[in-house]
């Protein structure tokens, strides 16, 4: 985060909600005909959410999944009929851990706040699809507390850690395979808290689906939902009455994306090192206590060629660049993104991040910004002198699977007002405004590259800029092999202790990747080889911390 005053605000990364309980044991159901021409029988109970009676029995399936379907197939079937929008749900995928991310993809004016832009995320949740005779329930897991499941513990955790149950739909047909056919319409044109885009009264009747796109790992959907936001506190007009609180719609878009089906081995956090981490109660442990076990969040990255030195990854990290971008910025911004290979080759790893143009329409009609599975640098039209990279995680194993930096446009006033105050008396390019696109273009490099940083999994470093003597930001000498900081994720802004007879070079008046930066890449980022836990990483990660003694 780049912030206007000088205080120490640490971006925290989105934490998934929610986490891992086992499910309740189930009483076995008997299977329905996937022609619906029986009724499976249904649990005791049910749902306040639920729109039919459970002794309803489904249609068969061509009487729900009509001819005018406008139909995808992937991880669930969608289905589109008029104005509703089914879920076709194969056994398979029933009690699979799912993470859902909801972010803004056009949204109403919202001036002066960091909220309400596209690619604004307003909720993140980890789910799990479950059927009960001719039920299907969706709940909301957590997995803030662990257990090792040999153990008899394992009964008191799940007890205690309950699976919330968000909605329960009747089925109202199989599929092949006994697949159930849902109606998920209400999931986002409602105002179900784990759905709703916004804190107010989300109007049904002013609400509807836009599109429904399947993959083969994960679900997108968009719908405009309109809302009353609920009047401000002691807000009112001449004579006390209150002005009237108008409804917003925006279109939000939902990615429901399966959590890794291999989980990434987590690597411990270690204070000494600045990463943003996660973290679970381990009730499993030896150690005659409940232990807090914190993971580091970061990309999986495992090399092409394991016994090499220097590898490509299986996986890079792809970075898109918004179209919306003003084109003159475009090259600067995936310089930011690159900048980063430097660090990455202290891991091990070659050409570890790229930066890519966005697919046009006519290259990938199905490509969104908001798709959780593209990590985009998007441009916002927004006055707040700004920008931020927060990044969403698996919050098993801390593995980090989609980054979001977003630039806030005035963020080009912000960095020109440092530069020309900081640094003005060393660069003449600096004494005249406006600035040369060349010199806002580098301005531009170092705060992708710092939010980049932060997408990565690190925090602020608010400590590097301490560790240099005056004398040394002060030696060219010095500043061409080190910078006038070692990392990037500083606050040290513009090497303002300079001065003219230094004769530094203009580029090393700005920010950079730093010695630190590549250090804690590769604590991070640097396969152990024949470590299968995080414990048998344990003893090469503290020899790496004692580096910077």
């Known amino acids: 985060m780049i912030r206007r005053n000088g205080t120490a605000g640490v971006l925290v990364a989105l934490v ?248 990434m081995t987590p690597r411990y956090f270690d204070e000494r090192v600045g990463y943003f981490s996660t973290r679970q109660i381990d009730f499993g442990s030896d150690e005659q206590r409940s232990v807090e076990r914190q993971y580091i969040t970061r990309y999986r990255l495992e090399k092409k060629d394991p016994s090499a030195a220097m590898s490509e990854p299986v996986k890079p990290i792809v970075y898109y660049v918004d179209p919306a971008t003003p084109k003159k910025w475009v090259p600067y911004v995936k310089a930011g993104i690159e900048e980063w290979q430097a660090a990455f080759e202290a891991a091990g790893f070659r050409n570890a991040i790229v930066a890519k143009d966005a697919p046009t329409l006519a290259e990938d009609p199905d490509w969104s910004p908001e798709d959780v599975r593209h990590t985009v640098v998007r441009w916002l039209p927004s006055t707040v002198e700004n920008s931020v990279g927060p990044h969403v995680h698996d919050p098993r194993t801390g593995e980090i699977l989609n980054g979001s930096v977003r630039m806030f446009h005035n963020i080009l006033n912000l960095q020109r007002d440092w530069y020309f105050t900081q640094v003005a008396p060393l660069d003449a390019r600096a004494q005249t405004l406006p600035f040369p696109d060349s010199l806002m273009g580098q301005l531009l490099q170092f705060v992708v590259a710092h939010e980049v940083g932060h997408t990565l999994g690190f925090q602020h470093n608010m400590k590097a800029s301490s560790m240099y003597p005056a004398d040394s930001v002060r030696s060219a000498t010095w500043v061409a092999k080190m910078g006038h900081s070692p990392s990037i994720m500083d606050y040290s802004r513009f090497n303002y202790v300079a001065q003219p007879e230094d004769r530094i070079a203009l580029n090393d008046l700005i920010p950079r990747v730093g010695t630190y930066d590549r250090w804690a890449t590769m604590w991070g980022y640097t396969p152990i080889p024949g470590a299968t836990s995080p414990q048998a990483e344990r003893a090469t990660l503290d020899q790496w911390a004692r580096q910077q003694d």
């Open 16 to 263: 998934a909600l929610g986490g891992c309980a086992k499910p309740a044991s189930q009483a076995p159901v008997p299977v329905t005909d996937p022609s619906g021409t029986r009724a499976a029988a249904s649990p005791a109970g049910g749902g306040a959410d639920s729109t039919r009676s459970s002794a309803t029995s489904p249609k068969p399936y061509s009487r729900v999944i009509t001819k005018e379907a406008k139909s995808r197939a992937g991880m669930f079937k969608t289905h589109l009929v008029g104005e509703k929008l089914y879920f076709e749900i194969p056994s398979k995928e029933l009690n699979k851990d799912m993470l859902l991310v909801g972010r803004f993809h056009a949204s109403a004016p919202n001036p002066g706040d960091f909220e309400g832009y596209g690619g604004d995320q307003f909720t993140e949740r980890t789910l799990r699809w479950d059927r009960r005779g001719n039920r299907v329930i969706l709940r909301g897991t957590s997995f803030n507390v662990k257990e090792d499941t040999a153990q008899t513990v394992t009964a008191a955790v799940m007890n205690s850690n309950n699976p919330t149950v968000i909605a329960i739909f009747p089925v109202e047909a199989y599929g092949p395979d006994s697949a159930a056919v849902v109606d998920v319409t209400r999931l986002y044109t409602t105002g179900i808290p784990e759905f709703a885009s916004s804190r107010g009264s989300v109007d049904e009747k002013r609400s509807f689906i836009e599109r429904a796109v399947a993959f083969p790992e994960n679900v997108e959907v968009e719908a405009t939902q309109t809302a009353t936001p609920p009047p401000a506190p002691g807000a009112g007009g001449p004579g006390g009455q209150r002005a009237p609180v108008l409804a917003q719609s925006v279109v939000a878009h939902w990615s429901m994306v399966h959590l890794p089906d291999r989980p």
